[in-house]
């Protein structure tokens, strides 16, 4: 079974970098057919998709967060990351990772949260 955890720091400060980690296991990041995708979930908001990488690599991002997001991965240890610049408190939300299939959206697999605040 396919299973994703989110990892990194759960306190970042205003107009500083938040990085996180995704691992997989259970499937490789780059086989076929295949989207790994970051979202977000504010306090009292509905879910927010920033973006993904496809199993080419090539990355996509919402375009109200694309100016301050990249998302990039390391085959090797089947990991891919977000990087978001310059937060603000209205960054602060649960952050997940997921699988989603080409062209479906079913995103069938997430991992489990990972609360991030940012605050001075």
């Known amino acids: 079974q396919v299973q994703l955890q989110e990892s990194g720091p759960g306190l970042v400060k205003p107009s500083q970098t938040l990085s996180l980690t995704c691992t997989v296991s259970g499937g490789s990041i780059t086989a076929n057919n295949f989207h790994w995708s970051w979202a977000r979930q504010p306090p009292g908001k509905g879910l927010e998709w920033i973006g993904y990488?496809?199993?080419?690599?090539?990355?996509y991002y919402s375009p109200s967060l694309q100016s301050r997001t990249s998302i990039s991965r390391d085959t090797s240890k089947n990991q891919f990351t977000l990087q978001l610049t310059s937060v603000t408190p209205e960054d602060t939300a649960v952050y997940f990772c997921a699988r989603d299939s080409t062209g479906l959206g079913d995103f069938r697999y997430w991992g489990q949260g990972t609360q991030v605040t940012v605050s001075a």
């Open positions: 990488i496809a199993y080419s690599g090539s990355a």
